[in-house]
Structure formats: structure tokens, C-alpha cells
Nanobody, 115 residues
Framework: QVQLEESGGGMVQAGGSLQLACTCSRHISSINQVGWYRQAPGKLRQSLASFTFGGQASYADSVKGRFTISRDTAGTTVYLRMNSLKPEDTGVYYC?????????WGQGIQVTVSS
């Protein structure tokens, strides 16, 4: 099993930056995939950025060049650095992990970008 806990959300003005952190209960190298999703009001949950088992990062087109996924040297925390935030980035951000055939989710954290 994997427990995930997000932190770092909040409110920011358009053009600003925030960094989210996801603390994992096991080493990231033992997880097939770990990354970040967003659910905007009235919309489906969308994948934003993730690390695959091989360590490669991938991004949704909507955040490419603005968001960066990274991990700490201890291998238990995944970050999402968000720059040039837009009002449409508002939503609940979830940390997500895949271990074997099972998906795990954090509780989610609110990010609000004001215009």
C-alpha cells in the first residue's frame, strides 16, 4: 500500500507561483508511477505531471513549460512547482500513485488562483 499526503496549496494571484509537496509512505523508486492530478470545479480529474517507473517526467500540454515535477533526494517526496499560474489552474490538486494494479490517491489540496 501507499499513503499519500499533499501540502503547500493555497491562494495566489494570477502570474504567481506555488509549490505543492506529496509525501509518500514508501520510496518512490518502488512505485510504478507517481504524479499530480487536478480537478477543476465541474470538470473531470486531469493528469498534470508524473514520473514513470523509469524516472521520466511527463506533462499535460496545458501545464508544459509552467509546471515542473521533481522529487527529493530521500526519494519519498514529490513536488509540483507551478509558475505563471492562471485562474483556470484553480482546483483541487491530488497526488496519485500506481503500485502494481492499484491506484492510490491523496486527500487533495485546494489551489485558488485569483485574477
Amino acid at each position: 500500500q501507499v499513503q499519500l499526503e499533499e501540502s503547500g496549496g493555497g491562494m495566489v494571484q494570477a502570474g504567481g507561483s506555488l509549490q505543492l509537496a506529496c509525501t509518500c509512505s514508501r520510496h518512490i523508486s518502488s512505485i510504478n508511477q507517481v504524479g499530480w492530478y487536478r480537478q477543476a470545479p465541474g470538470k473531470l480529474r486531469q493528469s498534470l505531471a508524473s514520473f514513470t517507473f523509469g524516472g521520466q517526467a511527463s506533462y499535460a500540454d496545458s501545464v508544459k513549460g509552467r509546471f515542473t515535477i521533481s522529487r527529493d533526494t530521500a526519494g519519498t517526496t514529490v513536488y509540483l512547482r507551478m509558475n505563471s499560474l492562471k485562474p483556470e489552474d484553480t482546483g483541487v490538486y491530488y497526488c496519485h500513485a500506481v503500485l502494481g494494479w492499484t491506484s492510490y490517491w491523496g486527500q487533495g489540496i485546494q489551489v485558488t488562483v485569483s485574477s
